[in-house]
């Protein structure tokens, strides 16, 4: 068993910075990779980007390059994304997600808001 819980979302003008947190517990020395998606209104949840749980290597949805960063810190247990250059069309709701086995985690998401 592996608990998510995201935390840093909010609102923020477009070209702004958010970063979002992502602390695991329970069985996380199973775990080998991690990571962010994002779900906007009536669309479909898609992958922003991933890594693995040693550090390297990282993933990014095209839509990320550039602008996303993701990274971990083992000893906090903790994933996070560094989101710069903020755009309208970012503002979704931000999962965080591991898999162990077949079974698939997700955390409870947090609002990330681009508006002016």
């Known amino acids: 068993q592996v608990q998510l819980v995201e935390s840093g979302g909010g609102l923020v003008q477009p070209g702004g910075s958010l970063r979002l947190s992502c602390a695991a517990s329970?069985?996380?020395?199973?775990?080998?990779?991690m990571a962010w998606y994002r779900q906007a209104p009536k669309k479909e949840r898609d992958i922003v980007a991933a890594i693995s749980w040693s550090g390297s290597p990282t993933y990014y949805a095209d839509s990320a390059k550039g602008r996303f960063t993701i990274s971990r810190e083992i000893v906090k247990k903790t994933m996070y994304l560094q989101m710069n250059s903020l755009k309208p069309e970012d503002t979704a709701v931000y999962y965080c997600n591991t898999n162990l086995g077949a079974n698939v985690y997700w955390g409870q998401g947090t609002q990330v808001t681009v508006s002016s």
């Open positions: 329970g069985s996380i020395l199973s775990i080998n990779t």
